[in-house]
């Protein structure tokens, strides 16, 4: 399973997503923050915005729904075309129903994990899954630092896909950039968000083919171990 690097809009120029989009053509997937001032205290951008750059976006749309009610919203996002939904296993009131009818309607199903959300709270869901996100900082802001033990939460993460035989990618969030992404390979996760640690570099390109090969060499020594 490649590595995937998702550059998070949620740091980009929101006046020009058009060109922000463009921006980071090299990357795998643009990673969306859609928070609901809720679920967190924070509020950004929903379906119509989204809907808006489906038609205009050089890469797949990977939608991160912070909100409460991913139940009812979450479908739309798959509708619009949307690649991957991700719902919070915090949020959700029916996670495998809700993952089996993003699956239905062609998305990716994913479910996020806060920091102080245990990871059996995903276990029964997991086989409905293509993907699950360890969130690596308290979700709501952008900018924030990377918290170290979420690590183990990654290491028990992988294990716990690896045992079960499923086909599952590891997605962290927050944080990431070339100091971390390196270790958050090394401990089993396969795609990576990352908002300042691209959008702020002079050369977003650039960013992202570092963030690449950091990423692949944290993964190769993973499997060498």
């Not at 979450?74 to 991700?86: C, I, L, M, R």
């Not at 993952?99 to 245990?118: C, D, V, Y």
């Not at 276990?123 to 993907?131: F, I, N, T």
């Amino acid at each position: 399973m490649g590595i995937r690097i998702t550059p998070s809009i949620l740091n980009s120029d929101v006046s020009d997503l058009r060109a922000q989009l463009d921006l980071i053509a090299t990357a795998d997937w643009a990673h969306v923050d859609v928070m609901d001032n809720h679920f967190v205290p924070n509020l950004t951008w929903g379906l119509p915005v989204v809907e808006a750059l489906v038609p205009i976006t050089p890469v797949p749309l990977d939608i991160h729904l912070m909100i409460t009610d991913p139940d009812r919203w979450a479908p739309a996002y798959a509708e619009a075309g949307a690649q991957s939904v991700t719902f919070h296993a915090e949020a959700a009131s029916a996670p495998i129903r809700l993952a089996r009818e993003l699956r239905r309607l062609g998305a990716r199903s994913a479910m996020a994990l806060k920091p102080t959300t245990e990871l059996d709270a995903s276990l029964p869901v997991l086989p409905e899954l293509d993907m699950l996100l360890v969130m690596t900082v308290d979700p709501g802001f952008g900018g924030q630092s990377f918290i170290d033990p979420m690590l183990d939460k990654i290491r028990r993460a992988r294990r716990a896909i690896a045992d079960r035989d499923l086909d599952i990618r590891i997605q962290v969030d927050g944080g990431i950039n070339p100091d971390t992404i390196e270790r958050a390979a090394e401990a089993g996760a396969d795609t990576f968000v990352a908002g300042t640690a691209v959008f702020r570099a002079e050369d977003p390109a650039g960013a992202i083919a570092r963030l690449r090969e950091l990423a692949e060499a944290g993964h190769a020594r993973a499997h060498r171990h």
